[in-house]
């Protein structure tokens, strides 16, 4: 695929990600799952940043619940309307979840519950799993356009795992100088690490 805008790009693999069949999708997603729960940086991680799912994304609650059970601190991202950070929450169980006004699935906290990047701490996470609209060669990403990961991986010093389906896979992303490539990305085809 020869590259173009990013826009064009994103409305061409949002579109090529959602003609995928659900129950493929999800078949996917639980292969793309268990690569990542046998892998030694999800199994070393003490603490894992994760995201909800929404939409065609590949599906992540089953494993925030899996990473929790098997004794991992997990922190869940919440996108703030009119904010441009992320806020952060660590994972409880028994938390209620809710849809935001764009759809994504986030839990019921209260503001005080709600962390900056600063607060939750740089260094208490192992491993960032990332959801992305396309990956390349080189391991660059592309999101959803609104930079909110762009901002918060920029702080991080944890592993960046990005968690895609095969079919999100071009030669080659359009870069800006502040694009930061992911160090693997995890498909239902194994976990590819950046060389």
């Known amino acids: 695929m020869s590259v173009g805008t990013k826009a064009e790009l994103r409305r061409l693999l949002l579109r090529r ?25 999800l199994q ?34 919440l996108v ?15 938390m209620v979840f809710h849809r935001n006004r764009w759809g994504i699935p986030e839990p019921v906290v209260t503001p005080a ?11 208490e996470y ?7 609209v396309a ?3 080189d ?17 991080v010093r944890a592993r960046r795992v990005g968690l895609a389906f095969s079919v999100q896979a071009v030669e080659q992303l359009p870069r800006e100088p502040h694009d930061i490539p992911l160090d693997a990305v995890a498909t239902e085809e194994g976990i590819f690490l950046r060389p």
């Open 113 to 123: 519950e709600c962390l900056t990047t600063e607060a939750l701490g740089l260094q």
């Open 44 to 77: 070393e991680a003490s603490a894992v940043h994760l995201y909800c799912s929404f939409g065609s994304e590949v599906e992540t609650h089953k494993l925030c619940w899996e990473l929790l059970k098997r004794g991992k601190r997990v922190a869940i991202p």
């Open 139 to 155: 391991f660059y990403r592309l999101g959803y356009g609104g930079g909110y990961y762009d901002r918060f991986l920029r702080h």
């Open 17 to 41: 990600r959602a003609q995928l069949p659900k129950a493929l999708r999800h078949e996917l997603s639980q292969r793309i799952c268990s690569h990542l729960l046998v892998h030694p940086w």
């Open 135 to 137: 990956y390349d060669r």
């Open 80 to 94: 703030s309307p009119g904010e441009l950070e992320l806020r952060h929450v660590w994972l409880r169980p028994g």
């Open 126 to 132: 192992d491993l960032v799993l990332v959801p992305l």
